[in-house]
């Protein structure tokens, strides 16, 4: 029988609730409510099916899981600030050799050379100024044919927006910075990517959106 691409996303999804239930109820839960909320296993389908990939701010490896279970030809290095998440990546990633997670600053991390690097629902946690840095950092490094995959949350409309806003306030107590898809593809075109701005706020309660970003040919 042929494989749909949402009887792939639903067997996907399954197992990875699977893996993370095996890291005790709290981990469940969340994980569980992630991927209800975020549509995180479609995004899969926008990474190359191979190659070295890098996911910063990839917080307990949830989506660096999900990319090694749309493809075992994909090679992950996740990053993220917290030592507990990195921790709690690493335990349930143990014995995966494709699977590996450092703790680091996104901004600072060094950068060898990835097919893809995924960026999914961090540039809203860090302030304007150094968002655009780690782009253009990234755009510096980025490989000829590489991709740079971002999921975040938009602006618009506005009711998902400040539902969104007020739940990460609650979750996270600290400021949050977001940017409306078009100040998003802005600062994008300025650094030099060519951008393909992709809404999957569809079926959600949240804006999401999705920024696949390349070098401009001519740059
Ligand atoms: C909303 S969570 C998203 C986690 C993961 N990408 C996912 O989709 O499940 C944002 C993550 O970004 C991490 N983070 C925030 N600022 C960071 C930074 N400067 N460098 C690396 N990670 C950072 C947080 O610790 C948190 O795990």
Known sequence: MMETASNKRA????????RYSAAGFVSWLYTSIRLKLAP?????????????ILDLGCGNGMFANILLLGSPQRSVKGVDLDAGRIRAAQRIASGNSSLEFWVGDAGSFPLE???AITVIDLLHHMEFAEQTKLLKKLYERLADGAVLIIK?????????????????SIS?????????????????????????????ASGYMHPHVLYCC???AGN
């Open 11 to 18: 067997q996907i999804n399954q197992e990875v609730r699977r």
């Open 40 to 52: 995180i296993v479609k995004v899969e389908e926008y990474v190359p099916k191979s190659g070295k």
């Open 113 to 115: 050379q990835y097919d």
């Open 152 to 168: 975040d949350l938009e602006k618009a409309p506005k009711w998902k927006y400040w539902f969104h806003y007020v739940q990460d």
């Open 172 to 200: 996270y107590r600290k400021p949050l910075y977001f940017r409306s898809a078009g100040e998003m593809e802005t600062t994008l075109r300025r650094i030099g990517y060519t951008v393909e701005i992709v809404s999957l």
């Open 214 to 216: 390349r070098r401009d």
